[in-house]
């Protein structure tokens, strides 16, 4: 599709435009992704002419969205609006490129401050000692994830060559990304687009990782049961199992969170472990594989909220039980 387009193409017109030339810079899953954004724009602006579309109308699409996702019929989270506003402003660049419009309508407009903010948490101690006791076939992946902080990606592509145990690291060269339905495709590098990085990890980990590897039946570290590398629904189907294995054979776990664990979990567990050990975070941004070490920094920033938030907490206990005793 060129862009042979004038100003009275509708904003539809300059969305497929703008999405046949991003689609293959992308990854198969932030193409789809964008493609949603995209149809819930579609709904509210789409068959209007790019040249009548005002601030109102992206403002008027944002606060729709923000009440209910037509998708889910929950509130939009506060990422997911910004994520559509982005692309709303990326199609409106580009019809402005093309010399078709001279303002971008989306640009600058506010996120509702009461949209709510999802936020991944790092496990709590029992929830780590239950990844760490309960005996799976995912248990050796999660290890992984949460002590060395692999991406699931990085984990399913992971090969017992990638592994150096006499020198207490792992190589992570390799990832895997969905380019299709129900398959996952390995490229090399990792997800920031760089060749990848070396960790090292703790001694623990390694233990556990040489005592999986004496029973292993695949090159994969984390596999099918009949050794090939996992696809996106195996994997989910292994994790459920995992999941329900630790809430059936530990008592204390019902009380826990453990069932809402993910990939993502364990990765921001490890970031908090190497901030709890006082691990440095230009460290910590590579030893993470951030491609910016403002990722980093933002993690770290808002664990130095939540330990204030405690320190004061114990401020209070000290006050309530020596100052003004019961």
Not at 7 to 32: A, D, I
Not at 54 to 73: A, F, G, I, M, R
Request: glycine share 4%; aromatic share 8%.
């Amino acid at each position: 599709m060129n862009a042979l387009g004038n100003e009275n193409n509708t904003f539809q017109y300059w969305g497929e435009y703008w999405f046949t030339k991003k689609r293959n810079k992308v990854s198969y899953s932030q193409m789809r992704n964008l493609q949603c954004y995209l149809n819930h724009l579609y709904k509210y602006i789409g068959d209007k002419p790019i040249n009548k579309i005002k601030p109102d109308d992206v403002d008027y699409l944002l606060d729709e969205l923000t009440e209910k996702n037509p998708n889910t019929q929950k509130p939009s989270s506060h990422q997911y609006l910004v994520d559509i506003r982005s692309t709303a402003s990326n199609v409106f660049e580009a019809a402005i490129d093309n010399d078709i419009i001279f303002k971008n309508p989306a640009r600058g407009r506010e996120i509702s401050k009461y949209a709510p903010k999802s936020s991944r948490r790092a496990l709590t101690l029992t929830e780590q000692k239950l990844v760490i006791c309960t005996p799976h076939r995912a248990r050796i992946g999660a290890l992984i994830m949460m002590l060395a902080g692999l991406r699931r990606g990085e984990l399913i592509a992971l090969t017992w060559d990638d592994i150096d145990l006499d020198n207490f690291r792992i190589s992570i060269t390799k990832s895997v990304e969905e380019k299709q339905v129900n398959h996952f495709v390995l490229k090399d590098g990792t997800k920031t687009g760089t060749w990848g990085r070396i960790i090292d990890i703790p001694i623990d980990l390694a233990i556990a990782i040489e005592q999986a590897k004496m029973d292993a039946v695949s090159k994969y570290v984390c596999c099918k049961r009949n050794g090939t590398m996992h696809t996106p629904t195996s994997w989910r189907q292994m994790w459920q199992s995992y999941i329900n294995t630790i809430l059936k054979i530990n008592v204390c776990a019902k009380s826990t969170g453990i069932n809402e664990i993910t990939a993502h979990y364990l990765r921001h567990t490890y970031a908090t472990l190497l901030y709890i050990s006082g691990v440095d975070v230009v460290t910590a941004s590579h030893l993470m594989g951030h491609s910016n070490i403002k990722t980093t920094l933002a993690i770290y920033t808002h664990l130095d909220e939540m330990m204030v938030v405690k320190s004061v907490e114990k401020l209070d206990v000290y006050i309530s039980e020596r100052l003004f005793p019961k």
